[in-house]
């Protein structure tokens, strides 16, 4: 607003419409009541409000007051007209803030401060919260996709197949054994079987190194489940804080059925690591049962 002489009473007391800001001009001296009267927007009243400054002018003075947390226009008013003061060519007196009015200043602007500390903080939360549910949704994410990997560790179907054919070269080189029984081949062949039922030996250390591919899938899956429960833990706290729950973010329903899921699989890979097992060493006694037939067939 513009500050100036001009004519009207002497003692009058303007509002801006709309808002708190309230305006005396009182006694004689560089201002009057025609500086505001004809400003659009303004009113005559009466005092009212809280002190904000007052300036005394020669005879006359300028009292504003406002109201509100912060009484931002009233802080306002009191400024422009300091600066323009300052640029008048009159002797003027220093302003004389009213104390009570810079209290009460102090106070609403500390208020002002905390509540912006307090949001600040408030939005803080709900980023964490919203980086722990991120979290939370890709450790789940990395324990659902290594669960679904269990039934390809440990590769037993692939040596089950194996050890079956070289069941069925030994039961072949038996028949053969067999046929040259009483000739010079005969021990030939009885070596063959020999060798057959090594190679079963050979399938039954890979089945070992199939269920220690197995166990490390496991372990690392154990791995998994902790970071994930670390995060939900962590989510928890973050959530309690927050104002909103954030998006995409797993629930320990969630949580609660995946480890579920993760269980039966363990379980399942375990018993066909087992059956595999059971089946590979059953081919290699079969195995070492036709060396025994074979080395009786040729006397040795």
């Known amino acids: ?34 500086s505001l009267s004809a400003s659009q927007g303004w009113y005559n009243t009466t005092s009212s409000g809280v ?7 020669g005879a006359g003075s300028v009292t504003v007051r406002d109201d509100g947390a912060l009484m931002l226009l009233g802080n306002a008013a009191c400024v422009a007209l300091a600066a323009e003061q300052t640029n008048r060519t009159a002797t003027l007196t220093s302003p004389t803030p009213d104390p009570k009015a810079s209290a009460a200043a102090a106070a609403a602007q500390a208020k002002a401060d905390q509540a912006a500390a307090a949001l600040q903080a408030q939005a803080q939360a709900d980023q964490q919260a919203q980086a722990a549910g991120s979290t939370a949704a890709s450790d789940l994410a990395s324990f659902n996709s290594a669960v679904a990997g269990l039934p390809t560790q440990g590769g037993f179907s692939s040596t089950v197949v194996q050890a079956q054919k070289d069941l069925a070269r030994a039961d072949a080189d038996l028949a053969k054994t067999r046929a040259a029984a009483g000739s010079f081949d005969c021990s ?48 928890a706290a973050a959530e309690a804080l927050s104002r909103t729950a954030p998006s995409g973010a797993p629930t320990q329903t969630d949580v609660q059925a995946a480890e579920q899921q993760a269980a039966a ?19 290699a006694a079969a195995a070492n049962a036709d060396v025994d037939a074979a080395n009786k067939d040729c006397g040795s």
């Open 188 to 235: 030939v062949d009885a070596g063959t079987v020999s060798v057959d039922a090594g190679t079963l030996q050979v399938d039954q250390g890979s089945i070992q190194v199939d269920q220690g591919s197995l166990d490390t899938a496991i372990s690392s899956l154990g791995f998994d489940q902790q970071s994930l429960d670390t995060a939900m833990q962590d989510l």
């Open 51 to 57: 002190l904000v400054c007052r300036y005394y002018i």
């Open 265 to 283: 699989a363990i379980a399942a890979a375990r018993q066909r690591s087992s059956a595999a097992q059971a089946t590979v060493d059953g081919y």
């Open 1 to 34: 607003m513009g500050w100036r002489t001009g004519d009207g009473p002497l003692t009058c007391t303007m509002q801006e419409a709309g808002t708190h800001l309230n305006v005396t001009f009182g006694g004689v001296g560089f201002w009057s009541c025609g």
